[in-house]
């Protein structure tokens, strides 16, 4: 049976993770989360940039399909990879709770919310972490987790950046401050620019049959005003290349700034990255995710 999986759904996650690096365990509510940690910090507190895969993905898989570590050795930052779940497997085929996506972890109630805040507390515990400079992204699955911990632990965090993902329209309103960096692909066949059903019927195979989501995605426009609305900015401005189309509130409530890149020939993948198989949507090179999310996140400390 042919099925189409919310950012990329691997059968096998074929990306290696970074030299020399271990899968480090955290209990949470009783059971063993893992992530991967990689510290290029030289070891004074860092920038850490937690990193949440997609649908089906991992931690290492996240880690070879951005190739993100590049740039955090470049930078002297903490990237830290989290691994979702799954009834069946711990290391491979995990989701995330969004609320309403995706599959096991959000049929089984998993609180994603709270491993993530305790990786955040035991990271920052350690000293390796700068308390004031933690971001998050992810892609697909992995972005609307990056929403949801936006809204749940902005007390948290200094910007997020949801990448190729979408909101579902009864995310809470609440006026605080968190910058936000938004990117979407304009060629998107599964969180489609106009939104609607999740191109994911279900997730099958070893893991049995299970509802990816319960409900569509709104179009993709509604982050950037969502998230205006959060930061109190009123006004924006539109700028087209021939690689991407760019809108950006600049007005916000304490110099915060939301902006959304739409990226042309750029369908359901991390642009700049690598695509986990040949089948799937192959990344434009032309726009780097990693550089403009770096740029952006670098620019703001809670």
Known sequence: MK??????????????????????????????????????SHGKPAPLVILLHGGGGSGDNMAGQTGFDELAK??????????????????????????????????????DVHFISMLIDELVASGKVDPTRVYVTGLSNGGM??????????????????????????????????PTLIINGADDETVKPQGGELKIAALSGPLGRQAAADKPVLPIVSQSEYWARVNGCTHYTTNSTENFDLRSYDDCRNSSAVQS??????????????????????????????????????????
């Open 3 to 40: 099925f189409s999986c919310l950012c990329v759904l691997l059968l096998l996650s074929t990306f290696a993770a970074a030299a020399n690096t271990e899968l480090q365990t955290l209990k949470v509510d009783g059971n063993a989360r893992l992530y991967l940690l990689h510290d290029f």
């Open 74 to 111: 470049r930078e002297g930052l903490v990237t830290a990879y989290p691994y979702g779940s799954n009834r069946l497997f711990n290391e491979r085929l995990l989701t995330w709770n969004a609320g309403h996506c995706c599959a096991y972890a959000m049929t089984g109630k998993i609180d």
């Open 145 to 178: 987790m990056t929403h949801k911990l936006g809204i749940a632990l902005h007390d948290k965090l200094a910007a997020i950046a949801p990448v190729i993902s979408s909101l579902f329209g009864d995310e809470p309103v609440h006026e605080f401050k968190l």
């Open 261 to 302: 890149y739409v990226v042309k020939h750029n369908g359901h993948a991390w642009p700049g990255g690598t695509a986990p198989r040949k089948q799937a949507a192959q990344p434009t090179q032309a726009v780097n995710a990693n550089e403009l999310i770096w740029s952006f996140f670098s620019q703001y400390h809670r």
